[in-house]
């Protein structure tokens, strides 16, 4: 079970936080043609290795937070508070 | 020697104390042991060498390991309450008064009626149940009781346990699983360096492979290293206890055995279950040995020479009075000496190599008899080993020597590190040519393997690698020349065509698995399951390297390209009382109650989970059924005056300057323009343009909104308004707060509802002027502050009560009191769906994640005059294409047909013929304004269907029933009941 280091409560169980997908999405302007809305909502890539994804912690402080992982080895590297990362 | 244990020795016994003898039972019978003794090693000294039947065949097995590998000895444990199946004899330390028995035979474990099942090994090879029992499906109702009488291990507890359980949580700088020589030293240099350490053994003594030596300078380190942990401070020393998972950033579960589970309860748990979080981890697991292969490999006298090695000097105990040791490497050697000094007759050496060497010359030189060149080719014998019948196999064809009488094979094929926590943590594996074996390679996460988990065998340098891995510093270089040469069990040829058993526990032989590779099965996952390889309770520990080598050679693989199977936690069973801990019966879980929890006890309501909440169902008054009541109650409403308590639904309140626009974000119709103290239905949809979740909002002030969402939906709702506020618009200035907790609601419904009203709430104007549709008004009922909502979910004149939720239960009983005179019925949650089904409003039933608005036929709600979650999507052409289902109502013809549950709709009636399905009933219930069944159902294009008769069928139930499609608002379409 990973351990999610928190900003706001520390490092916690992955059992606190709710899987958001993939961080890198930006959700499109109502305009943007339908490829790229169905773009946005239905694929997803599958990096092996480096992957920044979206994590809520449900059991905490209720941040969105913006987390580095990587798939293979679990290993986490910077997390943030997704609402200041200014994108 | 007594004559009560025949193969006690006076030689050995590290872990024994000679001063006392004990007696436990095994089927019976009286066995006496030494504490310190293990279930096993008291049977093998009281010449109890048949102590199980296989798994599949009925064969008759022994004693067979040492340790946690152990394939054959598993035995049942106590009785009744405190039963315990598939315990294995070579962990379980022997104590007094101790109730064991054998498994999987019938009448007796020396006269096995399914023994014959032995006999006709040649029709039941790999793969027979999948063969033969694929079809027809009656067929296997047939077999399948024998089989499940046949097979199978010890049998299931019937009485409930009485036992009690406890897991807990810890933290450490360094776990260090395995407490053998590697491991203390490990523990030792890590706590001196300060760090806190927890040193985990399965075992009740410290110690490992060193009591499995003779007398010398390591015991006394032993001893030393064992002293000075024990007064370390930051040590903690766990004995008996197994480190069954290892998960991602240094998880670890721990099962700690703590006391018996027939002796004294006192106040102990049986078993505890440790939740370790560790700065980093060392594998000190040690290695297994191999076994070599020959026919009849599995009789009761076969047994690893480790095993023989460990039972001799842990307890003092002779495997055999007369044993052939079988090997290839020099170990075998320093063996048949100990045996010899202990008082064994020791036949022979059969030692694979034809120039053995020195230290065989020398054995020789000494009087004892070494046959080289030459294998163990098959064991005579039934339910005890007699002979050994040796081959030559170093010049020419192979041929027979001769047959040794004997009454233990000592068998050795060289050692493999035991993998499974550095394979649990995703480490990677390298195959190692010159050991036969894989062995750990890069680690993934904070942990490395020593000792012989690594592959290094020899004692000082097992200790040296604990001293590296405690200091955290780098391994030594594994030393190459000290490993012994073992030969490849795999390669041995099987001259007198025998079975020859490859995973004892589940009768897996080398055969069997020739003949997956020859039926396609390549991979090693797929030859598991056809085979059953490696799947029994001792995961493989034996069998699966063997298996695997034998895969690789039928199919022309290299054994490091075949690869071994996934390593999954527990690396060795875990009962389900430690799991679970005290989460048991009414502490399973969390119950969420609302304030009139206690009203509704008290009148017998049945309850059903939603959630975690629980609700009433339906109050069944004089014995009435699920049916009756909620007919009753549901009638009730319409002809008068019902009660319901809606606590459970979702309340969260959203404000701050740009709430307005938040909610214009959320949901798919228009939210912003809605004025102060009014409110309005809404839904919300995921981004793809499915329905999410549905309810009623108000307008609690210019910057202040209070929705209301589905009981199941709550959480979801909540963490989607803080992903739209944190990730898609963190411009937004607005904040959301659960309230859930904070309001006790009841909605009171019927045509009474308004007279009802005034009563309770004297100080409200409830007329359709003071309180219209869709309006909140504040009051007090029953001295307490309350919000008043007028809205219905179940058609009729309805308003919605909320009130602080401590003050919930008080404001329940002043209108139950209250409601006598107005006929007042309390309704649960079965008469509110079958009100609702006859108004057609949806649950999520019917926004199932695959809905839109449209298909619900509420596709006019979705604004494109602003971007809201969802509704781009509603414009994608996959949600434009007819033959989408649509919600309908469907109208029993028959007063008298009944809707089956899990119903498919077709157009025609069912003859002889398979008819296409139109689509699914998704919610059904008796209607008492109707009088027959109506259901909600999802047609293809079904409001094109409006006016047809369809027909209701379920397969599995028998049932069809014809029923007319109408529009999903089944009763008063025009809502003239809400106006009251």
């Not at chain 2, 009740?204 to 001893?223: E, I, L, N």
């Not at chain 2, 969390?590 to 009139?596: D, G, H, K, L, V």
Request: proline share 6%; with cysteine; glycine share 12%.
């Amino acid at each position: 079970m990973m351990l999610i280091p928190c900003p706001h409560c520390g490092p916690r169980p992955e059992t606190e936080f709710v899987y958001g997908g993939d961080a890198n999405v930006k959700r499109p302007d109502p305009a943007a043609p339908d490829a790229e809305w169905t773009d946005y909502i239905y694929f997803r890539d599958n990096p092996k290795g480096a992957h920044r994804e979206l994590w809520l912690h449900a059991a905490g402080c209720h941040s969105w937070l913006t987390v580095e992982r990587d798939t293979v080895t679990h290993a986490i590297g910077s997390v943030s508070y997704t609402k200041d990362s200014g994108e | 020697m007594s004559a009560r244990q025949p193969n006690r020795s006076d030689t050995g016994g590290w872990l024994i104390d000679r001063s006392r003898v004990e007696i436990f039972t095994f089927d019976g019978r009286e066995i006496p042991f030494y504490p310190g003794d293990t279930v096993a090693s008291a049977l093998l000294a009281a010449g109890e060498t048949l102590v199980g039947r296989s798994f599949k065949l009925h064969r008759p097995r022994g004693i067979f390991g040492l340790g946690a590998e152990e394939p054959n000895a598993l035995l049942t444990l106590g009785a009744g309450a405190t039963l315990t199946p598939n315990a294995r004899a070579t962990m379980i330390p022997a104590k007094p008064g101790m109730q064991v028995s054998s498994q999987n035979r019938w009448p007796s474990l020396k006269h096995d009626a399914f023994g014959l099942l032995d006999k006709v090994k040649a029709v039941l090879p790999a793969g027979f149940y999948y063969k033969t029992f694929m079809w027809p499906a009656s067929r296997w109702m047939t077999y399948e009781k024998y089989i499940r009488r046949m097979a199978g291990l010890g049998p299931a507890p019937r009485a409930r346990d009485t036992e009690q359980y406890a897991r807990r949580n810890i933290h450490c700088d360094v776990l260090i699983a395995g407490g053998g020589p590697a491991g203390l030293a490990a523990a030792e240099a890590a706590a001196a360096n300060g760090q806190s350490v927890i040193l985990a053994h399965a075992r009740p003594s410290f110690g490992g492979g060193v009591h499995s030596m003779p007398q010398g300078p390591h015991r006394r380190w032993f001893q030393d290293t064992l002293a000075g942990l024990e007064a370390m401070p930051n040590v903690r020393l766990m004995t008996s206890t197994t480190v069954a998972g290892y998960y991602e950033h240094e998880l670890l579960t721990l099962s700690e055995r703590v006391r018996d589970r027939d002796s004294a309860a006192g106040t102990a748990p049986t078993e505890r279950f440790w939740e370790v979080r560790a700065g980093r981890v060392i594998i000190a697991t040690g290695a297994i040995e191999r076994p070599l292969l020959f026919a009849n490999n599995d009789r009761p006298g076969v047994m690893l020479a480790s095993a023989a090695q460990g039972y001799l000097w842990r307890f003092g105990v002779l495997a055999g009075q007369a044993p052939v040791l079988f090997g290839g490497d020099d170990s075998l050697y320093p063996l048949a000496r100990a045996l010899k000094d202990a008082g064994a007759i020791v036949r022979a050496v059969v030692d694979l190599r034809s120039d053995p060497g020195l230290v065989a010359a020398a054995y020789v030189a000494d009087g004892g008899k070494v046959i080289a060149g030459a294998m163990v080719a098959k064991a005579h014998g039934a339910k005890q080993v007699s002979g050994a019948e040796v081959w030559r196999i170093d010049e020419g064809a192979p041929h027979v020597q001769e047959t040794i009488p004997t009454d233990a094979i000592l068998i050795s094929g060289g050692f493999g590190p035991s993998l499974q926590l550095h394979a649990q943590s995703k480490g990677a594996l390298e195959w190692d040519e010159s050991l036969g074996a894989f062995v750990p390679g890069v680690p993934n996460g904070a942990n490395c393997s020593i000792g012989g988990a690594r592959g290094v065998f020899d004692l000082p340098a097992a200790i040296a690698d604990g001293v590296a891995a405690g200091k955290a510093a780098s391994l030594p270089e594994r030393d190459q020349a000290d490993r012994p040469t073992a030969p490849q069990p795999w390669e041995l040829p099987n001259p007198t065509g025998g079975i020859r058993f490859v995973d004892l526990q589940n009768d897996v032989a080398d055969k069997d698995i020739a003949l997956a590779a020859r039926e396609g099965w390549h991979s090693i996952e797929h030859v598991k399951r056809y085979t059953t390889l490696g799947m029994g309770t001792d995961q493989g520990k034996i069998a699966g390297p063997i298996g695997l080598a034998l895969l690789a050679a039928a199919t022309g693989k290299e054994v490091a390209k075949t690869g071994l199977t996934t390593f999954r936690p527990p690396a060795t069973p875990v009962t389900f009382g430690a799991v679970a801990g005290g989460h048991l019966g009414e502490v399973g879980h969390a119950i969420r109650r609302s304030a009139a929890d206690a009203w509704h006890e008290s009148q017998n309501a049945v309850f059903i989970d939603a959630g975690l909440w629980r609700r009433p169902q339906y109050y069944p008054s004089n014995g009435a059924t699920l049916g009756e009541a909620y007919r009753a109650e549901a009638a009730a409403v319409r002809a008068g005056l019902g009660l319901v308590d809606v606590s459970t639904l979702g309340k969260i309140d959203l404000a701050g300057p740009d709430a307005a626009e938040l909610m214009d974000r959320l949901y798919c119709n228009t939210m912003g323009t809605l004025k102060v103290g009014r409110g309005r239905y809404g839904l919300m949809l995921r981004e793809d343009g499915r329905v999410f979740d549905d309810g009623v909002v108000f307008r609690l002030a210019e910057d202040r909104f209070h929705l209301t969402c589905t009981t199941g939906g709550a959480g979801a709702v909540y963490q989607h308004i803080e992903h739209a506020l944190q990730v898609l618009w963190p411009d937004l200035k607005a904040y959301a707060t659960p309230v859930s907790e904070e309001w006790f609601a009841a909605a009171i419904a019927g045509p009474k509802a308004r007279d009802y009203l005034a009563a309770i709430a004297p100080e409200l104007d409830v007329s359709n002027e003071g309180l219209p549709m869709m309006r909140l008004a504040e009051t007090m009922i029953a001295g307490v502050p309350a919000r008043v909502m007028r809205m219905s979910y179940s058609g009729e004149l309805s308003f919605e009560i909320n009130v602080p939720a401590d003050w919930g239960g008080h404001v329940w009983a002043h209108m139950i009191s209250t409601g006598n005179s107005y006929g007042l019925t309390a309704y649960g949650t079965e008469a509110m769906g079958a009100l609702r089904i006859e108004k057609g409003h949806v649950t999520h039933s019917e926004a199932d994640g695959r809905t839109t608005p449209d298909d619900l036929g509420l596709g006019r709600m979705a604004s494109r005059k602003k971007d809201a979650i969802g509704v781009r999507a509603l414009d994608l052409p996959a949600l434009q294409e007819s033959g989408r289902k649509q919600l309908v109502g469907l109208v029993a013809d028959d007063p008298a047909a009944a809707f089956p549950q899990g119903a498919q709709v077709t157009a025609e009636a069912l003859g002889d013929q398979p008819r296409p399905s139109l689509g699914h009933v998704s919610s059904y219930a008796y209607s008492s304004e109707l009088k027959r069944m109506v259901a909600l159902a999802l047609l293809k294009d079904g409001r094109a269907l409006h006016g047809q008769t369809v027909h209701v069928v379920s397969l599995i139930m028998g049932v069809a029933a014809a029923a007319k499609v109408t529009d999903p608002v089944m009763i008063d379409p025009d809502g003239e009941r809400l106006r009251g």
